[in-house]
T-cell receptor
Framework: GAVVSQHPSWVICKSGTSVKIECRSLDFQATTMFWYRQFPKQSLMLMAT?????????EQGVEKDKFLINHASLTLSTLTVTSAHPEDSSFYIC????????????FGPGTRLTVL | AQSVTQPDIHITVSEGASLELRCNYSYGATPYLFWYVQSPGQGLQLLLKYFSGDTLVQGIKGFEAEFKRSQSSFNLRKPSVHWSDAAEYFCAVAPYNTDKLIFGTGTRLQVFP
C-alpha cells in the first residue's frame, strides 16, 4: 500500500508555544488529507479535511484558529497547533487518499504531542 | 447521528484460537464499513472493507468480516490467531459516498502463547 509519513513522531513543548506537524504522502499524490485526534484509550476523532489548494473543512467543535491546516501541495499537509495548552496533548494522526471519494485512506504513524 | 460501537474493550485469546471482534453501527442507510488494525509505531492499516455485494468480505492477514444488515453489525473474524495479531482493532463507517470515517473506540487484542 501507499506510504504516509508524519514528522515529528513525538514532540514536547511549553504551554503557549506553537507546534507544527507535517504529513507527507511518499509515493502518491494526495488530493485529500485528513487530520484526526486520538485520546488515550479512545477512538480517532476527525478534526478536519483538507483538499490541496483549498481551505480545510473543520468538524464541529474544532477551533480552526487554533488548529491551522495547510495543504499547499499534493504531497504535504501541515497541522499547526497554535498557543498550545496541556489539554491539547494528544496523539495526532493524518491520512491521505489519492483521488475518488470512497477510495482507501492511508494513515500516517501519528505524532504524540505533550504540552507542559 | 452516526455511531460505531465496539462492545469489547479488551480481548485475550490463546494463539491458535479463533477470534471474533464485534462491531455495531447506527446509520440510516448502509454505510461503507471498514476494519483497521493499529500497531504501536505504525499507522492504521486497512484489513478489509465492505461497500456492497457479497456480505462476507475477505481481507488481509487471514481476516474476514460479515455484514449483517438486520443486526447492523460487521464483525471481524479469524479462524486461528497468531501472536503477531496482537494489536488494537478499529471498526469504522463512512456514510454513503463520503470520506468521513467514524471510528469505534477500538478493541485491544492480546494473544497468549
Amino acid at each position: 500500500g501507499a506510504v504516509v509519513s508524519q514528522h515529528p513522531s513525538w514532540v514536547i513543548c511549553k504551554s503557549g508555544t506553537s507546534v507544527k506537524i507535517e504529513c507527507r504522502s511518499l509515493d502518491f499524490q494526495a488530493t485529500t488529507m485528513f487530520w484526526y485526534r486520538q485520546f488515550p484509550k479512545q477512538s480517532l476523532m476527525l478534526m478536519a479535511t483538507s483538499n490541496e489548494g483549498s481551505k480545510a473543512t473543520y468538524e464541529q467543535g474544532v477551533e480552526k484558529d487554533k488548529f491551522l491546516i495547510n495543504h499547499a501541495s499534493l504531497t504535504l499537509s501541515t497541522l499547526t497547533v497554535t498557543s498550545a495548552h496541556p489539554e491539547d496533548s494528544s496523539f495526532y494522526i493524518c491520512s491521505a487518499r489519492d483521488s475518488l471519494v470512497g477510495s482507501e485512506q492511508f494513515f500516517g504513524p501519528g505524532t504524540r504531542l505533550t504540552v507542559l | 447521528a452516526q455511531s460505531v460501537t465496539q462492545p469489547d474493550i479488551h480481548i485475550t485469546v490463546s494463539e491458535g484460537a479463533s477470534l471474533e471482534l464485534r462491531c455495531n453501527y447506527s446509520y440510516g442507510a448502509t454505510p461503507y464499513l471498514f476494519w483497521y488494525v493499529q500497531s504501536p509505531g505504525q499507522g492504521l492499516q486497512l484489513l478489509l472493507k465492505y461497500f456492497s455485494g457479497d456480505t462476507l468480505v475477505q481481507g488481509i492477514k487471514g481476516f474476514e468480516a460479515e455484514f449483517k444488515r438486520s443486526q447492523s453489525s460487521f464483525n471481524l473474524r479469524k479462524p486461528s490467531v497468531h501472536w503477531s495479531d496482537a494489536a488494537e482493532y478499529f471498526c469504522a463507517v463512512a456514510p454513503y459516498n463520503t470520506d468521513k470515517l467514524i471510528f469505534g473506540t477500538g478493541t485491544r487484542l492480546q494473544v497468549f502463547p
